[in-house]
């Protein structure tokens, strides 16, 4: 059912790519380095990453032995360190998702979105445009990548659009900016400085701007594994609000096939939009993991499990619904979601109910100490 992008022939060495992953222990960027290695295991892969408490080395672990593979802990805002490996590791491909992304975090703490997602891409971008401009006429010195193609992924969010009306049209690749959060406000500053370095210098930057993920490997205080996980512990699942928010969701498994095509097929200086095609209030998203666990998961301290529903008061500037139109990368690539919510969610509860080991040691102090000042 699912399908896979059939880029140019790839399975000769001298057509390899060399692709620096930043935020790649992170959630979508380790499903993405999964998804590389398994698709492209002749392509070399280096993972950057600060490791800060949503990174998690564990989440690469499969791929830790690949010959191919390197993993460096390190800050994408250090500009030696990035020069550095664009040199060493003759980068002819990154892909950016290192990034705050909670926006309840940046709600309380907005300097370290604007360091990360501002500054931080702002060094990327110019440590990648000198080491470009310095590789792109050495065709012989691992090809640049197939077919000499230098990129510069940047993973971006619907946040930065703002918010919808329930009768609203989704948000198209040309919807203003209108970001409502300082996390979203900081996605759109990196998304801004990203064009801009196409079309002043010319650097082969793509963009992509997806609705919300769910999946494996994602840190706890997202909603879904949240929800899980509370629900294994008998605590109450809050919602904010009346529960009427509108999100798209989108699973991480097709949002990495959706990057693969961009990075082999995008067109530089543009923007692709990516849903998943199911727009789920929080409220029914919540039932619907409740009813899963009830399913899945034998002896839960309450059941059944939608008795632990609470309703907490409103997160600031909320935005009541996201949706997406990914027409565009539809017509031009070819690509559509396969996974539907309910196969998807099945999919990620089974993989939170069978990977405890994983998540139990992410409940530290420090993020109970974030919990309770986030739901109090």
């Avoid at 360091?115 to 440590?127: C, F, H, K, W």
């Amino acid at each position: 059912m699912r399908q896979s992008p059939t880029p140019n022939s790839h399975s000769s060495i001298e057509q390899s790519r060399h692709l620096l992953v930043t935020g790649g222990a992170g959630f979508i960027g380790s499903n993405f380095v999964h998804y590389w290695c398994d698709r492209y295991p002749q392509d070399r892969i280096v993972v950057l990453d600060l490791l800060s408490y949503a990174g998690n080395r564990r989440n690469l672990e499969a791929v830790e032995e690949k010959e191919n593979f390197r993993f460096v802990q390190g800050d994408i805002c250090d500009r030696t360190l990035v020069d550095a490996l664009l040199k060493a590791e003759k980068i002819d491909t990154i892909a950016h998702f290192a990034a705050e992304s909670h926006v309840d975090r940046s709600i309380l703490g907005p300097e370290a979105f604007v360091r990360t997602n501002v500054l931080g891409t702002s060094t990327l971008l110019e440590a990648f445009r000198q080491h470009w401009q310095k590789r792109k006429g050495k065709k012989n010195e691992n090809a640049g990548g197939r077919g000499n193609a230098f990129r510069f992924l940047h993973i971006s969010s619907d946040e930065v659009f703002g918010s919808l009306g329930s009768d609203d049209p989704p948000f198209t690749e040309t919807t203003p900016y209108s970001p409502n959060s300082p996390y979203a406000a900081s996605k759109a500053g990196s998304d801004h400085l990203v064009r801009a370095y196409h079309h002043t210098y010319g650097l082969p930057t793509l963009i992509t701007n997806c609705s919300n993920n769910y999946g494996s490997f994602q840190f706890p205080e997202k909603l879904i594994p949240l929800m899980c996980i509370n629900i294994l512990m008998g605590k109450s699942l809050p919602i904010y609000g009346d529960g009427q928010n509108v999100r798209d969701w989108l699973y991480v498994g097709d949002h990495c096939r959706a990057l693969d095509l961009v990075i082999q097929q995008g067109i530089p200086g543009e923007t692709y939009n990516i849903g998943g095609n199911n727009e789920v209030k929080n409220i029914d998203l919540v039932q619907m993991v409740c009813q899963l666990m009830d399913e899945l998961a034998p002896n839960l301290p309450v059941s059944p499990a939608s008795q632990l529903i609470t309703f907490v008061k409103d997160r600031p500037g909320h935005d009541r619904r996201y949706a997406i139109d990914a027409t565009k990368i539809k017509t031009q690539l070819g690509w559509t979601p396969q996974e539907t919510i309910q196969e998807g969610l099945r999919r990620t509860v089974e993989w939170y109910l069978t990977h405890q080991e994983w998540w139990k040691p992410l409940l530290s102090e420090d993020y109970q100490a974030y919990y309770r000042k986030i739901y109090a």
